[in-house]
């Protein structure tokens, strides 16, 4: 297992193992970016602030809407997609049963 590299912490400048911090939500709607996916690079921070950092990250309204929001969209494609398939499973029983009517009538 590798070791983390000790230095100072970006955020509280104590010298520590550092890890590098990685936001974890995903792309976000549209051309607005949040605070975490703005930076140049991301920091590194001791396991005490970068602890801090990922609750901040999972507490923030915006990324929790935008969550809200996909999770919204995923259900409704979902709903659609299955709409969909029955559709076409009714079509396909319509066509059979027509096909089969005209058969026997010959």
């Known amino acids: ?7 100072r912490c ?5 010298t520590r193992p550092l890890f590098l911090y990685q936001p974890t939500h995903n792309a976000h709607f549209g051309f ?3 605070r975490w996916c703005a ?3 991301q920091p590194l921070l ?4 970068w602890g801090a950092e990922r609750e901040l990250e999972e507490n923030d ?11 919204k969209i ?5 709903r659609i997609a299955a709409r969909e398939e029955a559709d076409k499973a009714t079509c396909e029983g ?4 027509t096909q089969k009517a005209e058969g026997g009538a010959q």
């Open 10 to 14: 970006d955020h509280c400048k104590q």
């Open 94 to 97: 319509i066509a059979a049963a």
């Open 74 to 78: 995923c259900a409704t494609n979902a």
């Open 46 to 49: 001791c396991v005490r602030c």
């Open 32 to 34: 607005a970016t949040c």
């Open 61 to 71: 309204p915006f990324l929790n809407e935008e969550a809200e929001t996909m999770a």
């Open 39 to 41: 930076r140049d690079k």
């Open 1 to 7: 297992m590798t070791q983390p590299i000790e230095a």
